[in-house]
């Protein structure tokens, strides 16, 4: 069975840094693209950054490209999000996801984490 705990979450002030982890059971990360997602209250699902399985360059969004860090784990099943320089439109909750294929769309994601919500506020 698959399961992610995604943690590190919670509030900071804008120009922070933090990071999100996901750990995941059930399956080999090295097979599948692993991605995060975010979504602000009131706004649709968007895209963070991916990492796919064809070892690739990961990929980022334009809003967060520069300030966030994907990166996998050396030994065992864990992903982190590495997040600097924090703004106010980075409050979102936070989703980490794995798919078998090499895209990155929400639609291209198989399993999905529980969320962990980022608050950046002074």
């Known amino acids: 069975q698959v399961q992610f705990v995604e943690s590190g979450g919670g509030l900071v002030q804008p120009g922070e840094s933090m990071i999100l982890s996901c750990a995941a059971s059930?399956?080999?990360?090295?097979?599948?693209?692993i991605a995060w997602f975010r979504q602000a209250p009131g706004k649709e699902r968007e895209a963070v950054s991916c990492?796919?399985?064809?070892?690739?360059?990961?990929l980022y969004s334009d809003s967060v490209k520069d300030r966030f860090t994907i990166s996998r784990a050396a030994a065992g099943n864990t992903v982190f999000l590495q997040m600097r320089s924090l703004k106010p439109s980075d409050t979102a909750t936070y989703y980490c996801?794995?798919?078998?294929?090499?895209?990155?769309?929400?639609?291209?994601?198989?399993?999905w984490g529980e969320g962990t919500l980022v608050t950046v506020s002074s």
């Open positions: 059930g399956f080999t990360w090295d097979l599948y693209t």
């Open positions: 996801a794995t798919g078998l294929g090499v895209g990155c769309t929400e639609y291209d994601m198989d399993y």
């Open positions: 990492i796919t399985n064809d070892d690739s360059s990961p």
